[in-house]
């Protein structure tokens, strides 16, 4: 309400004197001195790096005389970005009492109204659409229905299945976002920063990623690989590609194919995903996969993803020794991942940054691991 109150104009994209200005897209940063954010910086970076900004946060100590009280949940947060004021303010109006997660006024219908007018352009296809829409409105059961439906109304779901995720997402109201949400968040708030506009998902499995992917107007060719057909015919039902508008439709295709033998027509994509997909490999054939990935194909930019095995003691279901899952080959330990995309990238001129996704544990990390490798040639 603050923002709306002293930045009416430019939240309305208005400009009295300079429209044109409030027009075009700027190199803006943002800086909030102290910001409460429950949820830690993890989440902080998935609700604002998929929407295109780097974020800079520091974390403040409860006291920074008396160390062992622990840390606030105050931080000071640096937003960069090029882009038009309006869409920075729009932002920032729904997402800072997201982060802080507690609205100190009633909450009631005119909420929704104002949810879907700020969010209009970005937040139906944000990664954590429910989670925000959640927060915003309080955790209004009622009201979360009416938002999603009307965020989903213009989308190809099934309006019976669409009722059975949002009863499932109102199951508990301390429910916290899936790991596999988080993965496939971190993994296109990665995409979406390297500025790709051809992009592979190796090993789509049933469409998840490539659903989020088609839903994102900026990513203008979309391509799935699978080696199974019948996993690739459930994604193409998940996608519903039969029924996409036709300028939707040209944006996306699957392919049956194998990571272990070299494919021609995987070339020259600005990046790929591979999610989940390394593990389910035998150690002898991962030479293969290499060639084929960082040799062959070459995109620009690579992000994967894989169990972090140390964090399996954290499962208390999972006998001691076994992996997560019974398809899985091997499950790699922080180090022994760093070591091997550290190997890869030195022989084939890559630059290669690790990421956690997932709450962190100090002694175990995170329960997945991920490696953002960028082309230096």
Known sequence: MALARAFGTALGGRSKD?????????????RIAVL????GELFLRRLFEPLGYSVDALHHSLDEKFPGWGESRYWSVKLSAKKRLQEVLQHLYVLL???????????????????????????STHPERE??????????HRLMREALARLTEDEDADPDEAAEVHAAEEGSLEERISLNQQRLGSVLAVLRQSGAKRVLDLGCGEGRLLAALLADSSFAEIVGVDVSPRVLEKAADRLRLEGLAPRKRERIKLLQGSLMYRDARLAGYDAAAVVEVVEHL???RLAAFERVLFEHARPATIAMTTPNREY??????LAAGTFRHRDHRFEWTRAEFQSW?????????????????????????????????????
């Open 312 to 317: 399996n003691a954290k499962f208390e279901t």
């Open 131 to 140: 989670e925000i829409t959640r927060r915003y409105l309080k955790h209004q």
């Open 282 to 284: 035998d150690p002898p």
């Open 18 to 30: 300079r429209q044109t200005l409030a027009e075009i897209e700027l190199p803006l940063e943002i």
């Open 97 to 123: 009492p997201v982060l802080d997660d507690e609205k100190h006024y009633w909450v009631g219908k005119d909420e929704v109204e104002k949810l879907l007018r700020r969010g209009e352009g970005w937040l």
């Open 341 to 377: 995309a550290q190997r890869v990238a030195s022989q084939n001129r890559y630059a290669v940054s690790f990421l956690p996704v997932g709450p962190e544990d100090a002694a175990l990390g995170s329960p997945t691991q991920m490696a953002v490798f960028r082309r230096t040639d």
């Open 36 to 39: 409460p954010c429950r949820g």
